[in-house]
């Protein structure tokens, strides 16, 4: 199975900071790589696929990069908003695992 | 507007059986591939298992942890996708959400639109 490890699992930052998150695959995963964001109690909602395709209506602050097996998720201008989990998802290969999630808290 | 509606959650015994539904609105449901995702109480997604569209045959991929007791089906005629949950266990306790996916330019598939889901309890 290929195992996601996100880092850091948690971090602080305040409105109108830009962070990044590191996702990392155990394995070549090519370029199929989704980052999702949940809140507490909601279902978790798609921003990218495909490493830094952005899902329809998803604003253009969020971006990512990377290949293989290192990716990293942008989130910039932070607004309160965007305090929540974020998730990494390969879909490479079966099992589709996720990250562990980052927990994006305000500062 | 894309809508994933699940339903059929409850408190069921270790051993005991629960079938979960999924309504879906919005787009033509028998074109596309359709998953169950869980996620234990404070815990991260986990992919439950996939089925494939009419074209593809309805195929269905699972888990290592539900292969052999849970069963993914859709009913196009009534745009809905089920779970049938067996021989439950106290570590299937979860939230189950349901997700539709699209292919990306590989023709790989990957989630769009999630269900707001629907809590599975399996306790004594």
């Known amino acids: 199975d290929i195992q996601m490890t996100q880092s850091p699992s948690s971090l602080s930052a305040s409105v109108g900071d830009s962070v990044t998150i590191t996702c990392r695959a155990s394995?070549?995963?090519?370029?199929?790589l989704a980052w999702f964001q949940q809140k507490p109690g909601k279902a978790p909602k798609s921003l990218i696929y495909?490493?830094?395709s952005l899902q329809s209506g998803v604003p253009s602050k969020f971006s990512g990069s990377g290949s293989g097996t290192d990716f990293t998720l942008t989130i910039s201008s932070l607004q309160p908003e965007d305090f929540a989990t974020y998730y990494c998802?390969?879909?490479?290969?079966?099992?589709?695992?996720f990250g562990g999630g980052s927990k994006v808290e305000i500062k | 507007e894309v809508q994933l509606v699940e339903s059929g959650g409850g408190l069921v015994q270790p051993g005991g059986s629960l079938r979960l539904s999924c309504a879906a609105s919005?787009?033509?449901?028998?074109?596309?591939?359709m998953d169950w995702v869980r996620q234990a109480p404070g815990k991260g997604p986990e992919w439950v298992g996939r089925?494939?569209?009419?074209?593809?045959?309805?195929?269905?991929e699972y888990a290592a942890s539900v292969k052999g007791r849970f069963t993914i089906s859709t009913d196009d005629s009534k745009n809905s996708l089920y779970l049938q949950m067996s021989s439950l266990k106290t570590e299937d306790t979860a939230l189950y959400y349901c997700?539709?996916?699209?292919?990306?330019?590989?023709?790989?598939?990957?989630?769009?639109?999630w269900g707001q889901g629907t809590l599975v309890t399996v306790s004594s």
């Open positions: 997700a539709r996916e699209l292919p990306d330019n590989s023709a790989y598939y990957y989630f769009d639109n």
């Open positions: 919005g787009f033509r449901f028998s074109d596309h591939y």
């Open positions: 089925i494939r569209n009419k074209a593809k045959g309805y195929t269905t």
């Open positions: 394995q070549d995963i090519r370029n199929h």
């Open positions: 495909a490493v830094s």
């Open positions: 998802q390969q879909y490479d290969r079966y099992p589709l695992n």
